[in-house]
């Protein structure tokens, strides 16, 4: 038995994915609902999207694992892509540079050409793609990029780079800017595996707790 189940293993393509693809027959009714729910949706207006294929590709594929869990995480993300209030040019740069600290490939394929055709300058995703600071940013792209960047490399946010946040954009701004670094980068989690070349990294919502605890900290 053990020979013929290797045997099978070795047979069955494999493309990387640690959890297949489902189709519609092999889902439960909860997993149908819940891809309902992302085909219903506004990614569904989205060309290339994930959500429009026979059989849903990542990062939906993950969440259909558990129905319940991934239609709260589907919904965040529909708040995310949608209707956050830093606009769709914005929003977008912020999803480059998170997927550039997470070497996500996936994630830039995705959202590059949003942002481009959002307005984002070629050259400055250009050198987010590079590792690198972009030069002739907007102002909000500066105040945009510094606060992201900040969070994901010191794992902290200075005053000033906070301030300027609040200043432009309130602070519903300041947490619209968190969802697109920290949960998104849980995605990338989903997305790659806990033993993909970077490893594993827990992120969830800790990135919201680092800022509000450093605010603490500098009122003290």
């Not at 912020?94 to 996500?104: D, E, G, V």
Request: charged share 20%; hydrophobic share 40%; with cysteine.
């Amino acid at each position: 038995m053990a020979v013929l189940i290797s045997t099978a293993l070795a047979q069955a393509p494999f493309d990387g994915r640690r959890f297949p693809l489902l189709s519609e027959s092999e889902m439960t009714a909860a997993q149908k609902e819940l891809a309902n729910n992302i085909r219903s949706g506004p990614r569904a207006s989205v060309p290339g999207s994930a959500a429009n294929r026979a059989t849903l590709g990542s990062p939906f594929n993950v969440f259909l694992r558990s129905p319940e869990l991934g239609d709260h995480l589907q919904k965040m993300g529909t708040y995310i892509r949608f209707k956050s209030t830093m606009g769709a040019r914005l929003n977008e740069f912020a999803f480059l540079i998170t997927a550039c600290q997470w070497t996500s490939q996936y994630e830039w394929f995705a959202h590059h050409r949003l942002a481009l055709q959002a307005g984002l300058s070629p050259e400055v995703g250009a050198a987010v793609a590079e590792g690198k600071r972009p030069t002739g940013m907007k102002e909000d792209e500066e105040i945009v990029y510094n606060f992201c960047h900040e969070l994901h490399t010191q794992k902290k946010v200075s005053d000033t780079s906070y301030k300027a946040v609040v200043d432009k954009f309130g602070e519903q701004g300041v947490m619209d800017l968190i969802a697109v670094n920290g949960p998104r980068a849980g995605v990338h989690d989903a997305e790659r595996g806990p033993d993909a070349d970077t490893g594993w990294r827990s992120v969830a919502f800790e990135k919201i707790e680092v800022i509000l605890s450093h605010s603490r900290s500098n009122q003290a």
